[in-house]
C-alpha cells in the first residue's frame, strides 16, 4: 500500500520516530521481542504505558477531553506504524483499549471521572470478566449471578480462561441480573473490585508453561450497584460495544509486517532463505499488506465517530489465522534451535513462567528463544475474543444476511 503524506504528517513521523528512539529502553525492546503472548507482563506494560502518559500518547484513540489525542486519520496510522516497526511492546488492552472505550460509550459522568484517570495512570489494571465454563463463545449463556441485596449487588459464580486475573486489581464483568427472559436479557455489565473478600483465583498454566490466564471464583461477592455500567439488565448492549473495540481494535497489520521482516532477517543470517521460504514470507507479506490497508480504511471510520461493528469479526478472523501462520514459518525457520520453556519460578498452581529471560545454554540466535512457546500460545488466537467460526456465523448473517 502506498501512502502520500503531507509535510506535516512527514514532520510528525519524524517526531514519533524521535521519541521512540529516545524513549524505548533496550530492555522493552529486547522484552517485546521474545513476547508470546499479545499481553505483555504487568510491570513492562505499566512501565512503557507510564512513558506513553507522560507524553500524552498512552490512549491517542480516547476523546481529547479524556485524555486522548486530537489526530488525523493519518497520524493515527503513522503511530501504528511506527510503534510496530520500533519493536515497542504493547500495553494491556484491557484498560485502555476495552474498559476504557466501555466507559466513554456508556459509562456515568461519575464513573468516567473516577476511572479513566486510574487506567491512564496504571493504578486499575484491569481484568475481562466474560467466558464461564459452559459460556465462551456462547456468551449469552452465562450464569454468575448478582442479586440486588440493598445498594450492592451479591455476586456468586465463576469466570475461566480470565488473562491477568492474578495480577489486575478491578475487572469489568458481566453478571445475571434476571434469568426469566431470552438469554442475552437479564444480563448487567459490572465492575468489580478484585480485592473484595470472596474473591479467589486460581492459575491455569498453558501447554508452553506460562501462567498468563486464570479461572476466577466468586463466593457472596458485594458490589455495590453505583458499579453497573450503562442500566440493570441490559448489560449486553455495553458488551457487544466493548467486544468490537476488543475483535477490531488491534492494528495486526504492522506488527504482523515487522514479525515477517525479521523472520526474513533471521532466515537470511541461518543461511535458510532459499527460494520457497522467501516466497512463504512474501505470501504472508502481500496478506499482513492487505490487512494492514483494511484497518485503514476501519481507522478512517471510526475517526468519524463511528464503531468496528462487522468490520471488527472480518479482522479478528485474519489477523490470528495470519499471526498463526507466521509462527509456523518460525518453527521451520528455527528447526533444530527451538527451545521449550523452562519455568522461572513454580506456584501452588504449578510451575509458571511469565516470559523467557534467559538463553543460558542455547544453540542459535537469541531471536529463536520464544519461537516454541509463542506457536503455542498463538493456538488461542483464533478462539478468545470469540471462536473465529462463531466470527463467521456474525458475517454470514450480518453482512450477507444469510
Given at each position: 500500500?502506498?501512502?502520500?503524506?503531507?509535510?506535516?504528517?512527514?514532520?510528525?513521523?519524524?517526531?514519533?520516530?524521535?521519541?521512540?528512539?529516545?524513549a524505548?529502553?533496550?530492555?522493552?525492546?529486547?522484552?517485546?521481542?521474545?513476547?508470546?503472548?499479545?499481553?505483555?507482563?504487568?510491570?513492562?506494560?505499566?512501565?512503557?504505558?507510564?512513558?506513553?502518559?507522560?507524553?500524552?500518547?498512552?490512549?491517542?484513540?480516547?476523546?481529547?477531553?479524556?485524555?486522548?489525542?486530537?489526530?488525523?486519520?493519518?497520524?493515527?496510522?503513522?503511530?501504528?506504524?511506527?510503534?510496530?516497526?520500533?519493536?515497542?511492546?504493547?500495553?494491556?488492552?484491557?484498560?485502555i483499549?476495552?474498559?476504557?472505550?466501555?466507559?466513554?460509550?456508556?459509562?456515568?459522568e461519575?464513573?468516567?471521572?473516577?476511572?479513566?484517570?486510574?487506567?491512564?495512570?496504571?493504578?486499575?489494571?484491569?481484568c475481562?470478566?466474560y467466558?464461564?465454563?459452559?459460556?465462551?463463545?456462547?456468551?449469552?449463556?452465562?450464569?454468575?449471578?448478582?442479586?440486588a441485596?440493598?445498594?450492592?449487588?451479591?455476586?456468586?459464580?465463576?469466570?475461566?480462561?480470565?488473562?491477568?486475573?492474578?495480577?489486575?486489581?478491578?475487572?469489568?464483568?458481566?453478571?445475571?441480573?434476571?434469568?426469566?427472559?431470552?438469554?442475552?436479557?437479564?444480563?448487567?455489565?459490572?465492575?468489580i473490585?478484585?480485592?473484595?473478600?470472596?474473591?479467589?483465583v486460581?492459575p491455569?498454566?498453558?501447554?508452553?508453561?506460562?501462567?498468563?490466564?486464570?479461572?476466577?471464583?466468586?463466593?457472596?461477592?458485594?458490589?455495590?450497584?453505583?458499579?453497573?455500567?450503562?442500566?440493570?439488565?441490559?448489560?449486553?448492549?455495553?458488551?457487544?460495544?466493548?467486544?468490537?473495540?476488543?475483535?477490531?481494535?488491534?492494528?495486526?497489520?504492522?506488527?504482523?509486517?515487522?514479525r515477517?521482516?525479521?523472520?526474513?532477517?533471521?532466515?537470511?543470517?541461518?543461511?535458510?532463505?532459499?527460494?520457497?521460504?522467501?516466497?512463504?514470507?512474501?505470501?504472508?507479506?502481500?496478506?499482513a499488506?492487505?490487512?494492514?490497508?483494511?484497518?485503514?480504511?476501519?481507522?478512517?471510520?471510526?475517526?468519524?465517530?463511528?464503531?468496528?461493528?462487522?468490520?471488527?469479526?472480518?479482522?479478528?478472523?485474519?489477523?490470528?489465522?495470519?499471526?498463526?501462520?507466521?509462527?509456523?514459518?518460525?518453527?521451520?525457520?528455527?528447526?533444530?534451535?527451538?527451545?521449550?520453556?523452562?519455568?522461572?519460578?513454580?506456584?501452588?498452581?504449578?510451575?509458571?513462567?511469565?516470559?523467557?529471560?534467559?538463553?543460558?545454554?542455547?544453540?542459535?540466535?537469541d531471536?529463536?528463544?520464544?519461537?516454541?512457546?509463542?506457536?503455542?500460545n498463538?493456538?488461542?488466537?483464533?478462539?478468545?475474543?470469540?471462536?473465529?467460526?462463531?466470527?463467521?456465523?456474525?458475517?454470514?448473517?450480518?453482512?450477507?444476511?444469510?
Open positions: 500500500m502506498n501512502l502520500t503524506f503531507s509535510p506535516a504528517e512527514e514532520s510528525f513521523r519524524d517526531e514519533v520516530r524521535t521519541f521512540l528512539s529516545e524505548l529502553t533496550p530492555d522493552l525492546k529486547r522484552y517485546a521481542s521474545r513476547m508470546t503472548s499479545v499481553y505483555a507482563q504487568k510491570d513492562v506494560a505499566l512501565e512503557w504505558q507510564a512513558i506513553l502518559v507522560e507524553k500524552g500518547w498512552a490512549a491517542p484513540s480516547w476523546p481529547v477531553e479524556y485524555g486522548g489525542c486530537d489526530w488525523s486519520v493519518a497520524q493515527h496510522y503513522i503511530f501504528d506504524i511506527e510503534m510496530a516497526k520500533s519493536g515497542a511492546p504493547p500495553l494491556s488492552p484491557m484498560g483499549g476495552m474498559c476504557g472505550p466501555a466507559l466513554i460509550g456508556h459509562g456515568s461519575a464513573q468516567k471521572a473516577h476511572y479513566l484517570p486510574r487506567i491512564l495512570s496504571g493504578e486499575d489494571f484491569w475481562q470478566g467466558s464461564e465454563p459452559h459460556a465462551g463463545s456462547d456468551l449469552a449463556a452465562l450464569t454468575m449471578s448478582a442479586e441485596d440493598g445498594d450492592d449487588f451479591i455476586c456468586n459464580g465463576s469466570k475461566i480462561w480470565t488473562t491477568h486475573a492474578h495480577e489486575a486489581n478491578m475487572m469489568f464483568c458481566l453478571v445475571r441480573t434476571d434469568a426469566s427472559g431470552k438469554p442475552q436479557q437479564g444480563i448487567t455489565f459490572l465492575l473490585d478484585m480485592t473484595t473478600p470472596g474473591v479467589r486460581d491455569i498454566i498453558m501447554l508452553s508453561g506460562e501462567h498468563i490466564q486464570n479461572a476466577v471464583f466468586f463466593d457472596d461477592v458485594r458490589v455495590p450497584k453505583a458499579n453497573v455500567v450503562g442500566e440493570v439488565d441490559k448489560g449486553w448492549t455495553v458488551a457487544k460495544y466493548l467486544l468490537e473495540f476488543e475483535r477490531g481494535g488491534s492494528s495486526y497489520g504492522p506488527r504482523l509486517l515487522q515477517l521482516g525479521a523472520l526474513r532477517r533471521v532466515a537470511k543470517d541461518l543461511g535458510r532463505l532459499d527460494a520457497a521460504l522467501n516466497a512463504r514470507i512474501s505470501a504472508a507479506e502481500i496478506e499488506g492487505a490487512l494492514e490497508a483494511a484497518e485503514l480504511m476501519m481507522m478512517s471510520e471510526l475517526a468519524g465517530g463511528g464503531t468496528p461493528g462487522l468490520k471488527a469479526s472480518m479482522m479478528k478472523i485474519k489477523g490470528t489465522e495470519l499471526s498463526q501462520h507466521v509462527t509456523e514459518i518460525a518453527l521451520d525457520i528455527a528447526g533444530a534451535h527451538v527451545e521449550p520453556f523452562q519455568p522461572e519460578h513454580t506456584s501452588p498452581g504449578g510451575p509458571v513462567v511469565t516470559h523467557h529471560s534467559s538463553n543460558q545454554g542455547l544453540v542459535g540466535p531471536s529463536l528463544v520464544t519461537v516454541a512457546a509463542k506457536y503455542l498463538d493456538r488461542a488466537g483464533s478462539i478468545y475474543a470469540g471462536s473465529n467460526e462463531i466470527q463467521r456465523n456474525i458475517l454470514s448473517k450480518g453482512q450477507l444476511g444469510l
